[in-house]
């Protein structure tokens, strides 16, 4: 989304260290969420938007969903704010939250997650409920030294 840092380079070396890559699908009705297999980080730009302007594979598409396949050993997750504490401000609709429960129970280990924050993005605080996962590391631009 406009308000997040841009993900394409990454995607793009993700293909280029031969990695294998897997992209959002949100259903709107409900808060849940899949992660499904990017064939090459060019098959972005082919996706339908959704009315969150974002590229995503159809609800129809049979794609590799990554739980189905043995899981995730990173996930980069958006939001809206986050503190030091790996505390993160997503969207309010839970999607990364109940996703990253799945995984719990679906592999043996639990993905490192990891969010791309702009430097006006880190608060001092995030409020927090008992539903909302943490960020094992939060990476953002650090402010050039005065």
Same mark, same amino acid.
């Given at each position: 989304?406009?308000? #997040?840092? #841009?993900?394409?380079e990454?995607?793009?070396d993700i &293909?280029?260290? *031969?990695?294998i890559? &897997?992209?959002?699908?949100y =259903?709107?009705?409900?808060n849940?969420?899949?992660?499904v297999?990017?064939?090459?980080?060019?098959?972005?730009?082919?996706?339908p938007k959704t @009315?969150?302007?974002?590229h995503?594979? *159809?609800?129809?598409d049979v794609?590799e969903?990554?739980? @189905?396949?043995g899981?995730?050993?990173?996930? &980069?997750?958006p +939001?809206l704010g &986050?503190?030091k504490? *790996?505390n993160?401000?997503?969207r +309010?609709? +839970?999607y990364?939250?109940?996703y990253l429960k799945c995984?719990?129970q679906? =592999?043996?280990?639990?993905?490192?997650?990891?969010?791309l924050a702009f430097? #006006?993005?880190i608060?001092?605080?995030?409020p927090?409920?008992e539903h909302?996962?943490?960020?094992d590391?939060v990476?953002?631009?650090?402010?050039?030294?005065?």
């Open positions: 989304m406009q308000d #997040e840092v #841009e993900t394409e990454i995607i793009k &293909f280029k260290q *031969g990695k890559c &897997f992209i959002p699908r =259903q709107f009705q409900s849940h969420m899949d992660m297999r990017l064939t090459s980080p060019e098959e972005i730009a082919l996706l @009315s969150w302007n974002i995503q594979p *159809g609800k129809g794609q969903e990554a739980l @189905s396949t899981g995730h050993d990173l996930i &980069f997750l +939001g &986050f503190d504490d *790996g993160r401000l997503g +309010g609709k +839970g990364y939250d109940t995984c719990i679906h =592999q043996e280990v639990k993905p490192y997650t990891m969010a430097k #006006e993005q608060c001092p605080q995030i927090v409920d909302d996962m943490k960020v590391e990476l953002y631009e650090n402010s050039p030294a005065s």
